[in-house]
């Protein structure tokens, strides 16, 4: 009886190992098939995704180039184009204005009248104008302008030409003190004295000749 009893106990305890054993062993096996069949899964949506992720077609692979091709287009800088105005040309004789002024109305004999050629671009736009000496010519004359008594070209010494860029309303003034003597071409010697009475100056330059501007000598 005694060891009948043993053998039961010893049998029940065997058979409660057994049990826990299989109870270990499917739990295991059971959390490995879950974990496989998880990565499975996650491995399915993997494939795909990847599956439906296309490559880029050759269109958009040419809409891409030409946008790239835009951009480069459009940040690229035009540099403006410059164009160099021509050189000044000569002044023509409508755009020159020459006048003779005096420096004041009226002089006593024997005193120096101060007299100015004054020769002013009329003209809209700038112009080179040969201003030499050989050109410029101050002229008293009688107050009928019919006779002429002096000129500042009977008597100077030759310079060099003189050309001058006058901008459109800019003026070129040369002044002369006018001894008050007559004179005569080819720098002959020193006439005599003008006495008091009316005359008329006039300004030359070239072809170009000014109105008369009164001077007086008492």
């Known amino acids: 009886m005694y060891w009948r009893r043993r053998a039961v106990a010893l049998g029940g305890s065997i058979l409660l190992v057994i049990l826990l054993a299989v109870a270990i ?15 499975a899964e996650q491995s399915d949506v993997t494939d795909t995704s990847a599956m439906t992720s296309s490559p880029p077609t050759s269109g958009t692979i040419a809409q891409a180039a030409g946008s790239s091709s835009a951009s480069a287009a459009s940040s690229t800088t035009v540099p403006p184009t410059t164009t160099t105005p021509p050189p000044p040309g000569p002044c023509p004789d409508p755009a020159i204005t020459v006048e003779a002024r005096v420096a004041q109305p009226q002089y006593k004999v024997g005193q120096s009248p101060l ?11 700038a112009c080179n104008r040969d201003l030499s000496r050989q050109l410029r010519e101050l002229v008293v004359l ?13 008597c100077f010494y030759q310079q060099p030409p003189e050309s001058r860029l006058l901008q459109p309303g800019e003026q070129a003034s040369y002044s002369i003190a006018w001894a008050g003597l007559t004179s005569a071409p080819h720098c002959a010697p020193s006439g005599t004295r003008v006495p008091a009475g009316n005359y008329v100056v006039v300004g030359k330059l070239g072809g170009l000749t000014s109105q008369p501007t009164p001077l007086r000598l008492v």
């Open 25 to 39: 062993s499917s739990w295991l096996g059971g959390g490995s098939r879950a974990t496989a069949h998880q990565a």
């Open 115 to 125: 007299l100015t050629l004054v020769i002013t671009n009329s003209g809209p736009v």
């Open 142 to 154: 009688t107050g009928d302008g019919k006779t002429r008594l002096w000129s500042s070209a009977d």
